[in-house]
């Protein structure tokens, strides 16, 4: 379920309040740490009262105008080709039950 615009936000706020309150989003499998990660997703306290603000508040939708872009994804396959075309592929050749180191 995407949520990059504001209509397909709104239904869930009191949902994302309850898990951002909980730090059950955004997901974050190492708990909290002293240790600093450079790819960290969880939410400063800041961040929680805003969105806690936010729904508390009545979830307004906000001046469009001031809107970030919406951030592009690229598309296609994103499959390592060098690992499939030097052979560090899965392999599926073989005899049923069998299993070889390359796989």
């Given at each position: 379920?995407?949520?990059?615009?504001?209509?397909?936000?709104?239904?869930?706020?009191?949902?994302?309040?309850?898990?951002?309150?909980?730090?059950?989003?955004?997901?974050?499998?190492?708990?909290q740490?002293?240790?600093?990660?450079?790819?960290?997703?969880?939410?400063?306290?800041?961040?929680?009262?805003?969105?806690?603000?936010?729904?508390?508040?009545?979830?307004?939708?906000?001046?469009?105008?001031?809107?970030?872009a919406?951030?592009?994804?690229?598309?296609?396959?994103?499959?390592?080709?060098?690992?499939l075309?030097?052979?560090?592929?899965p392999s599926h050749?073989?005899?049923?039950?069998?299993?070889?180191?390359?796989?």
């Open positions: 379920m995407p949520l990059m615009t504001y209509d397909q936000v709104r239904p869930w706020a009191r949902s994302i309040k309850s898990k951002v309150v909980k730090r059950e989003m955004p997901p974050w499998g190492v708990g740490s002293t240790l600093a990660f450079s790819n960290d997703r969880q939410m400063s306290e800041h961040e929680i009262k805003t969105i806690v603000a936010w729904v508390d508040g009545g979830a307004p939708m906000g001046n469009p105008a001031e809107m970030p919406a951030p592009e994804y690229p598309g296609g396959w994103k499959c390592n080709r060098a690992a075309e030097q052979g560090r592929g050749h073989g005899q049923p039950g069998h299993f070889s180191a390359r796989d």
